[in-house]
């Protein structure tokens, strides 16, 4: 798949989280979902990661970006009784700010 050029101006708040549902084969119900980043342009074009993350990079907001979407997704889930999860790498353990939105 051909990365596409992001032509328009975005911020953190344009990155939103999709959800994927983990399905459980034997019983076919959701089991849990995954939280995946997804860029929504205002023109209404979707963006994966692949795509947008090394802008996010040379700005230096992965942090911001990976608390950001913590807080969508357990705002989300908050009153879901379902599993859920987002990808967080070794060096967002190590942002103080960051550990402590997830604790909190």
């Not at 990976?66 to 599993?83: G, K, L, T």
Request: charged letters at 20%; glycine letters at 2%; hydrophobic letters at 40%.
């Amino acid at each position: 798949m051909p990365i596409r050029e992001i032509s328009e101006d975005f911020s953190i708040d344009d990155i939103v989280p999709y959800f994927q549902p983990i399905v459980d084969l034997q019983s076919q119900g959701v089991w849990r979902y995954e939280c995946l980043a997804r860029l929504i342009t205002r023109g209404d074009k979707t963006f994966l990661p692949s795509e947008f993350l090394y802008l996010i990079e040379r700005e230096q907001h992965v942090n911001t970006l990976a608390a950001s979407m913590f807080v969508q997704c357990a705002s989300y889930f908050h009153d879901v009784n379902i599993p859920w999860n987002i990808n967080i790498t070794a060096n967002d353990l190590h942002n103080v700010e960051l550990t402590n939105t997830l604790i909190t």
